[in-house]
């Protein structure tokens, strides 16, 4: 039996009916086309399927998507302003932070949500935030110079 699932996903009101053990990874990337958020591993280790839900990271391979009732959500592709690209994404692409692009949109989810938290983060607050993304690609530094660099330009931006 399906169930009812309203949410509310980049900006924008959704509804899906999904089976009882449906993850929410699943139904954005099925139901909503949302394929952006990526499956690495399934079991909440690689940060590949991250998220925003109700203001915080999670990874969406395991969330039920009926716990996903009146949440609002955010994936990758809620983060851009229309054709404008978030702080993160240009500085993800000027600094070749994103290589095969599998783990990328859950490397720029998790560090914009650590931008909306900590202004000017040091070293090991970008290690933090983004701990629970792995990159297999880039070796991270190009990562965190991206992250450096777009925490310069949301300093900048009135």
């Known amino acids: 039996m399906k169930s009812q699932v309203r949410c509310s996903v980049n900006g924008a009101a959704c509804s899906f009916e999904v089976p009882p053990m449906a993850r929410l990874l699943d139904v954005l990337r099925e139901e909503a086309n949302l394929t952006g958020t990526k ?36 994936t990758i592709e809620g983060i851009a302003k229309g054709n ?32 909306t938290r900590v202004v000017n983060p040091d070293e090991n607050q970008i290690r933090e935030g983004l701990a629970g993304n792995i990159c297999r690609c880039t070796g991270y530094t190009k990562i965190f110079d991206a992250v450096r660099e777009a925490a310069r330009l949301l300093a900048s931006t009135p």
């Open 39 to 74: 499956e690495g591993c399934g079991e909440g280790e690689c940060g590949a399927c991250t998220v925003i839900m109700d203001g915080r990271i999670v990874n969406s391979c395991l969330v039920p998507a009926l716990q996903a009732d009146g949440s609002t959500i955010t």
């Open 84 to 115: 404008v690209l978030h702080a993160v994404q240009a500085a993800f692409i000027s600094h070749g932070g994103a290589q095969c692009g599998m783990c990328t949109p859950g490397m720029v989810i998790a560090a914009v949500d650590l931008l």
